[in-house]
Structure formats: C-alpha cells, structure tokens
C-alpha cells in the first residue's frame, strides 16, 4: 500500500483496524490517535478553567474586573433577562400557572420572558449563565470522549447524544436537589 496515494476511507479503514494489530505501522496510528484525543481534552480543560475564572469574577469580583465596562454583565442586573419584567423597579411577574411549553408540569416563580428562559435556555440570559454552560459542556464532551475511545463505538451521533444524555441527569440532578431537597418547607 502506498501511502501517498490513500485516499480518507482507506485511511479511516486501516484507522479503525489498528486497534487490534501490533504492526509498528498501528501502534504508531494508536499512539497518535491518543496524543491527538488528550490534546482536546487537555484544550477542553483550558476553556473549562477559563470559563470557571469568568463565572467567579462575575459573581464575586465584578467591581474590580474588567467586566465592569459592560453594564449588561452585571451580575445584579444580569439575571433578571430571564425574566417578563413589569418595569426595572417593580420586578418580575409572579407566574401564577403551569406554562404550555412545559407541558403543564412545571410553574416557573416568575414568568419567563421567552420559553424556557429559566431552565434549558438560561445560558441564553446571561454571561454568569452561558460561561456555566460552557464550562459543563466542556466537562461533559471530555468524559464521552474518552468513554467513546475505550469502546468500539466511533459515532458523532453517539458522542452527541452522550453530551445531551449527561446535561439532561446533571439538569435534572440540580433541579431536583435545588429546587426541592434544598428549601425549607413552610
């Protein structure tokens, strides 16, 4: 086989055999193949750590920070965008039912200002909010990555249902947990 002449499936083909083989040729393509998995976990690490640094500035240092120049990332103003605000003095409107997108099941305290403005499209609202997501994304997409590479399931598809598979029991998890387990009942 003449390397300089192999196209991408031949490649992907030996790519995927290699797993089994102990050629210098595969122990070679494995080795590479690790460095290049532990470098984008390693880069998405780095962006979880920057994340993390934004949301702490935001939340405990915001006054002294950078952020300071944008208004709109004010951490005490901020998080009202989620909200159907009555006018900035008054506040956000009390939710007093069960809205349709949520099938029902679920009151939000206040009305949202757009569906699901307080739950699975917070990140939306706010910086504090998305560099979260960005964070947990991060985390999320490193464990199925790696979870991916130990198993013979090599699958977009697989990784991004791993992704949502994992937001949606840590949504839950915290929602659980935040929502009920830790509030005093009346």
């Known amino acids: 086989m003449v390397w300089s002449r192999v196209d991408s499936c031949e490649l992907h083909r030996v ?7 102990s050629s210098v ?5 494995n080795f590479f193949k690790a460095m290049i998995i532990s470098i984008i976990v390693l880069v998405l690490f780095v962006v979880a750590g920057i994340s993390n640094a934004i949301c702490d500035t935001l939340m405990f240092r915001y006054e002294d920070s950078v952020f300071k120049k944008w208004k709109t990332w004010n951490p005490n103003k901020s998080w009202l965008n989620k909200w159907e605000m009555i006018d900035r003095y008054v506040g956000p409107f009390k939710c007093t039912s069960n809205p349709w997108y949520y099938l029902w099941l679920y009151r939000p305290k ?3 200002r757009f ?10 609202t706010d910086p504090w909010h998305f560099f ?10 490193s464990v199925v990555l790696i979870v991916l590479e130990f198993t013979d399931f090599k699958n977009v598809w697989l990784f991004a249902l791993g992704v949502t598979a994992l937001k949606v029991v840590r949504g839950l ?3 659980l947990v935040f ?8």
Not at 25 to 29: A, D, K, V
Not at 115 to 124: A, C, G, I, R
């Open 173 to 175: 998890a915290f929602t």
């Open 15 to 21: 790519w995927n055999q290699c797993s089994s083989c």
């Open 132 to 141: 979260k997501f960005v964070m947990l994304t991060c985390f999320e997409s």
């Open 179 to 186: 929502d009920f387990l830790f509030l005093k009942r009346d």
């Open 110 to 112: 206040y009305i949202e």
């Open 25 to 29: 040729l595969c122990l070679g393509l």
């Open 115 to 124: 569906p699901y403005s307080s739950t699975v499209l917070v990140f939306l």
